[in-house]
């Protein structure tokens, strides 16, 4: 099972890794456009790299930069390596932080939960418009609902790693081992 995790973690990096990249990849693209086109004898000899024809590069920075926060904090982002404000957390006994993990953990899981069928219905409404530029480089297949499509896939991975935290504190307790901040969360 770790090792399988371990695969899944490493292939999670990858794909942030890889939006990070085709993301500066297309904004160096964009510079690069925005600098030459102010040369006369550049727009003249290399007419397909007007820039009327890279309006998509804008839009796609931005696609692939909500993608990438949202895949980011599901599967990459590791819970102590957000910032949390625990003085109270920190200040009391094992057993209380035990508690606070449950009952922040099952609450945070189940809003999250709650909110991915309203999330749908907005998404649903999404399908039907186009983006406004997206189109000329991928066609008009794509739609504004497949750009925040990875919001769902957020709520849902966000709540599962809640719940396992819970899981975890739940096991810990019940299996009488120590100290809960130990689990690596914190409420």
Request: with cysteine.
């Amino acid at each position: 099972m770790s090792s399988l995790l371990k695969l899944f973690r490493t292939s999670a990096e990858a794909v942030a890794a890889t939006l990070m990249a085709a993301m500066f990849a297309t904004f160096i693209l964009q510079v690069v456009i925005r600098y030459t086109a102010r040369l006369p004898w550049f727009a003249e000899n290399m007419p397909f790299l007007q820039p009327t024809n890279f309006g998509w590069t804008l839009e796609f920075c931005l696609a692939l930069w909500v993608w990438l926060i949202f895949w980011g904090n599901s599967f990459v982002v590791r819970v102590e390596d957000h910032v949390t404000f625990d003085v109270l957390y920190v200040s009391v006994s094992p057993r209380v932080r035990q508690i606070f993990t449950i009952v922040t953990g099952l609450a945070v899981a189940i809003a999250l939960l709650l909110s991915i069928a309203p999330t749908w219905d907005r998404l649903a409404i999404l399908r039907l418009k186009k983006t406004a530029t997206l189109g000329d480089l991928f066609g008009d297949w794509i739609r504004m609902r497949d750009v925040y499509m990875i919001y769902i896939i957020f709520l849902g991975a966000v709540a599962g790693r809640y719940f396992w935290q819970v899981w975890q504190v739940l096991r810990q307790s019940l299996g009488g081992a120590g100290d809960s901040g130990s689990t690596g969360g914190q409420a």
